[in-house]
């Protein structure tokens, strides 16, 4: 059973528009998201992360909106640049009886056309 | 700082053979994790370890795979015998701590087929 879900395996946006993102995760005892990037041949990257405090996080052109009712968090990249192409990987983390629990979803591919 | 360094890159095995796959973490980084990454089931973590003990085992899919981490700066994770459905990419990934707040540095990974 899938505890993250990214049910969108790709997405094509033209540059200069937004990109956006989208993960659900079933299990309430995540309380801190991230978002890793992969290029092709290479091991993921950080991103940006959101504490579930918290409902939004932004850096730079990248914002993560963390909706804890809905169980949903998202990505939101503006202005989208054809160096963003790449596979975007959402995680939920927890530590559940004493264990860490780092779960990733299955991956977006996003496409940005210039 | 190099990053987590793995090797091989690439291994072509045929099934039944024993493949072992090694991660040389981030100096000064406590926790090592090993990860498969497949199309249908995304990246899922194996086994993690803390301080060079291994944590959570829940993820390694049969007695087939094993890991170890002998010392701070090494790991390995081994199948014996290999099939053709372990063909994957495996991570290796290493953080500070072992902790839900901490970002994982990955390497570059592994593309195993099993023939």
């Known amino acids: 059973d899938q505890q993250v879900k990214q049910n969108s395996p790709s997405l094509s946006v033209q540059e200069g528009r937004i990109s956006i993102l989208n993960c659900d995760y079933t299990n309430s005892m995540f309380d801190y998201f991230l978002w890793y990037k992969k290029y092709p041949a290479e091991g993921p990257t950080f991103l940006i992360s959101i504490s579930s405090i918290k409902d939004k996080n932004e850096d730079g052109r990248f914002t993560v909106f963390l909706n804890k009712s809905a169980k949903h968090l998202s990505l939101h990249i503006v202005p989208s640049q054809p160096g963003d192409s790449a596979v975007y990987f959402c995680a939920a983390s927890a530590t559940i009886a004493g264990t860490y629990k780092y779960i990733f979803g299955t991956g977006t591919r996003l496409k940005v056309l210039a | 700082d190099a990053g987590v360094i793995q090797s091989p890159r690439h291994e072509v095995t045929e099934m039944g053979q024993e493949v072992t796959l090694r991660c040389k973490p981030i100096s000064g980084h406590n926790s090592l994790f090993w990860y498969r990454q497949t199309m249908m089931r995304g990246l899922e973590l194996l086994i993690y370890f803390n301080n060079n003990v291994p944590i959570d085992d829940s993820g390694m899919p049969e007695d087939r795979f094993s890991a170890k ?9 081994k199948i014996q015998p290999s099939e053709p459905r372990d063909s994957a990419v495996y991570f290796c990934a290493s953080s500070f701590q072992a902790g839900a707040y ?3 540095f990955f390497g570059p990974g592994t593309r195993l087929t099993v023939l």
């Open chain 2, 69 to 77: 981490m002998p010392n701070a700066s090494f790991s390995t994770l």
């Open chain 2, 102 to 104: 901490n970002e994982q």
